[in-house]
């Protein structure tokens, strides 16, 4: 009998029954920095190294910054035996050799691949190969990936058997990553995908404007901002909404949307991916990006993610909750044009969703980010002018 329960045990065990994500990782939103949205398909292991070493160099990786990673286009070929092989002309050295550098600079290693046969550029994916190539990443240290759904939405896979599949296929491979799912919300991963992986995309790809919609789905960070907005509730330590990497620094937005980007992500407790040139950055750029009161909005322990408790054409405000009976407002201006604004504090919306936490205290004091100076009580009301695209930023403490 005690053999036999032996043998029941062990077999559920090689079956993968009590498979299951990495945990204890990923308890703030990750931050890093991805190829993609500057150097697309044209990436090369020299990039890679003089992006790892400006992180260094400019002090992001000493404000928090730690992950380096290679999205779509390392990929070539695979081996006879099935292995996957990067690009010999791009990635000449070998996704170990970059893998070494990277972490040699006391920095993690990301790479992407994709749950269809192929990925969204038309190579290799990992559809068939996710045990092997689960192995492969640990073998080469690996701390992140990126699991795209190119191909595989057209072949009709399931989101949640194939991305519960790769999750499986990395804790069997037993080396502890980041897995970073990028289905572009298509199937609501919030509701399914906080026991399946660390940072779920929530929508189509951003794109370098403020406010568009490109003919193949991409979006500016205001359309993006506008869908994160009803699914504020579904973030917390170690699962995060991923409302896309950031375009913070690639020319495309006026240095004010560039600041309201960052900051509005910084509201959503967004995982902070970097998309810019890291070696060539405005002095502006550095330091919005290191900003250590938005960072630690973005990396409060709570997990929370913003609520935008008035909805304007104009001026819209958003509340999110900080440790310690803290608050961070953000009045954003939308619009292009400069606007007055004057928002009393007893606003039913926000009393409504937030009544027992937020009037246990009495008053608050207000802290300006921008400035770094006081700015009244809840008592006083909020009015002031703000630019087209501007945003103001507050922590509210309580006034003992
Ligand atoms: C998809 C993803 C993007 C990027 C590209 C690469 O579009 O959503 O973030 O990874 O693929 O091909």
Known sequence: ????????????????????????????????????????????????????????????????????????????????????????????????ALADYVHSKGLKFGVYSCAGVKTCVGLPGSRGYEFQDARTYASWGVDFLKYDFCYA??????????????????????????????????TKPWTWAKEVGHLYRTTIDITDCAECLLVTGARGWLNILDESAPIWKHNGPGHWNDPDMLEVGNGGLTPLENKSHFTMWCML????????????????????????????????????????YIEDEEIDVWIKQLEGDKWAIAVLNTSED??????????????RVFQEKFNAVDKY???????????????DELKGTLEGRDVLLFVLSPVK
């Not at 994500?21 to 500057?38: C, D, H, Q, R, V």
């Not at 004091?365 to 008592?379: A, F, P, Q």
Request: with cysteine; proline share 4%; aromatic share 14%.
């Open 153 to 186: 939405d057209i072949d009709g896979q399931n989101s949640y058997a194939s991305y519960k599949l790769m999750r499986d296929a990395l804790y069997k491979a037993g080396k502890p990553i980041v897995f970073s799912l990028c289905e572009w919300g298509t």
């Open 338 to 351: 400069t606007k007055d604004f004057h928002i009393p504090w007893n606003i039913y919306y926000m009393t």
């Open 269 to 308: 407790s967004a995982p902070l991916i970097l998309g810019n040139d890291l070696a060539n950055m405005d002095a502006d750029v550095l330091k919005l990006i290191t900003n250590k009161d938005l960072l630690a909005i973005d990396q409060d322990p709570l997990g929370q993610s913003a609520y935008r």
């Open 365 to 379: 004091k207000l802290y300006n980010v921008w400035d770094k100076k006081e700015w009244g009580t809840t008592d």
């Open 1 to 96: 009998m005690k053999k036999l329960f032996l043998f029941v045990l062990v077999s559920v065990f090689n079956l993968g029954i009590y498979a299951q994500k990495f945990e204890n990782i990923a308890l703030t939103p990750p931050m890093g920095w991805s190829s993609w949205n500057y150097f697309g398909r044209e990436i090369t292991e020299g990039d890679v190294r003089a992006m790892a070493d400006a992180m260094v160099e400019t002090g992001l990786r000493d404000a928090g910054y730690e992950y380096i990673n290679v999205d779509d286009t390392w990929q070539f070929d695979r081996d006879a035996e099935g292995n996957i092989l990067a690009d010999p002309e791009r990635f000449p050295s070998g996704m170990k």
